[in-house]
């Protein structure tokens, strides 16, 4: 499966930065290329472990593309990660990791991780072209919104 990941250095607490992370319903809001975030039935709390399901959808203009997935998403308040799952709509194989830690400087590390498969080969190249350009912009996203929520909270 191909694979991305990279990390990036916000100026949110742990707790601020996992609190964007984990509200999958408001990523349509503010992730890039996402147009649908929708939290499907009821979300199921175990001790520090939530689950959903959430019906995502994707879409790039530019290329005419515009698919529909459901992840099974996980979000663990004790070790600050939201896992997301899917293997539907365009995905063989789908599995993104929020993970939220603390900086040796005091701020915030987040990371996210995502390994895919796509179905169609052609969507799989595009994707491909795509990954390090998507992550960076995804992290950039995911620090304007922290500053909308949340402004510059660390010194």
Do not use: C
């Amino acid at each position: 499966m191909p694979k991305f990941s990279t990390t990036r250095r916000v100026n949110l607490t742990v707790e601020q930065a996992f609190a964007i992370a984990a509200d999958v319903a408001s990523y349509k809001d503010f992730l890039p290329l996402l147009r649908r975030s929708v939290i499907r039935g009821e979300k199921k709390r175990v001790g520090e472990i939530e689950t959903f399901d959430a019906d995502l959808q994707v879409a790039f203009e530019k290329l005419g593309l515009r698919e529909s997935f459901t992840s099974q998403v996980t979000s663990n308040t004790a070790d600050h990660t939201v896992t997301a799952i899917s293997s539907d709509g365009p995905m063989k194989a789908l599995r993104a990791v929020w993970k939220i830690q603390t900086a040796d400087d005091g701020k915030t590390d987040v990371s996210i991780s995502v390994d895919y498969t796509m179905k169609s080969m052609m969507l799989q190249m595009v994707a491909g072209g795509l990954t390090d350009f998507a992550a960076q912009k995804i992290l950039q996203a995911f620090e304007d919104r922290g500053r909308a929520l949340y402004g510059n909270t660390l010194s």
